[in-house]
């Protein structure tokens, strides 16, 4: 299913102000296609999303999918949180098929479906588990099955794995690269870390740090699966690195103020900071 954004605006209203989010985006995904989001904080990454899912409503532009509009959320677009979101009260196995519960899917599909993605997040032996009793790993490993449960064509993942330890987070980014090789689905994936979008996208959006600034796109076109430490991944890591400095730097002069300089300033790149020698 291929995704297409043309001329979106965003612009928020509140206490008689109007702040002004998205400009003119002009973004388009092609079916099964990975695209991974990155830009500095605040600069729209999750508005866009919300935009794609239906959560939020465009001010101006419009969102086709397959060409036709999106204006509310739908079951051909699945969304994973940073936080799992699941209920408490509900077991591992009930948390994964309430989507499809509310979807009207029957009772033995819902069961098929959800026992399917269970086995393929590992989770068969904890599907009768309370929420309480799982790792944040786990937690968001059932927050990915339940999203693909519902067979949506896109997947949207909106820094979904910015609350684990790096260890569970690189087994998950070995999970969602598998999930997408099998399913083909076409995956927006949201977050902050360059290493991750580089191991995981086919292409990179480069959210600038003013409206008044283009995207940039960085086509990722090395053999998968990607290794952290690879030197092709770490070339690129390094190139996009250079790009999003120079909008974390605008950011923080807008900030802290005009004179502000990331080199300068960072305690990191000055001489004159003496850290001792245990550092
Ligand atoms: N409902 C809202 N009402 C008013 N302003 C909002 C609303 N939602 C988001 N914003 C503002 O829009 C801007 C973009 O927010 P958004 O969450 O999309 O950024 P982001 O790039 O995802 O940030 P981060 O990387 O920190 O998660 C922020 O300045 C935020 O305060």
Redesign the pocket.
């Known amino acids: 299913m291929s995704l297409i954004m043309e001329g979106v605006c965003k612009k ?1 209203r ?1 206490a008689n102000k109007e ?1 002004e ?1 998205l400009r003119n985006v002009e973004l388009t995904v092609n079916d099964g296609e990975f695209v991974c989001i990155l ?10 999303l ?1 935009i794609i899912a239906g959560f939020e409503k465009v001010t101006d532009g419009k969102v086709l999918l397959d060409g036709k509009e999106v204006n509310s959320p739908g079951p051909d677009r699945a969304v994973v949180f940073q936080e799992h979101a699941l209920f408490p009260w509900l077991k591992v196995i009930d948390n994964v098929e309430f989507g499809m519960k509310i979807e009207g899917v029957s009772k033995s599909e819902r069961r098929e479906r959800a026992l399917k993605y269970l086995d393929m997040m590992h989770l068969t032996n904890f599907k009768d588990c309370f929420v309480h009793e799982l790792s944040g790993g786990m937690k968001q490993r059932v927050a990915i099955a339940r999203a693909l449960c519902l067979d949506s064509n896109i997947l949207l993942m909106d ?1 979904p794995f910015c609350s684990l330890d790096s260890q569970t987070r690189e087994l998950l980014q070995l999970e969602v690269q598998r999930i997408w090789w099998n399913t083909k689905k076409t995956i927006v994936f ?1 977050t ?1 870390s360059i290493e991750e979008a580089v191991l995981l996208a086919d292409r990179i959006i480069l ?1 600038p740090s003013s409206i008044d600034s283009q995207m940039k796109e960085f086509k990722i076109q090395l053999a998968r699966p990607r290794q952290i430490g690879n030197v092709d991944v770490t070339y690129m890591v390094s190139k996009i690195m250079k790009e999003l400095k120079k909008e974390v730097e605008k950011v923080a002069k807008s900030e802290y103020d005009e004179g502000w300089n990331l080199e300068k300033d960072s305690i990191l790149y000055n001489d004159n900071n003496d850290m001792g020698i245990g550092l």
């Not at 830009?39 to 866009?48: A, E, R, V, Y």
Request: net charge neutral.
């Open positions: 928020y509140s702040f989010i830009g500095p904080s605040g600069c729209g990454k999750s508005t866009l919300n820094e949201i902050h959210m």
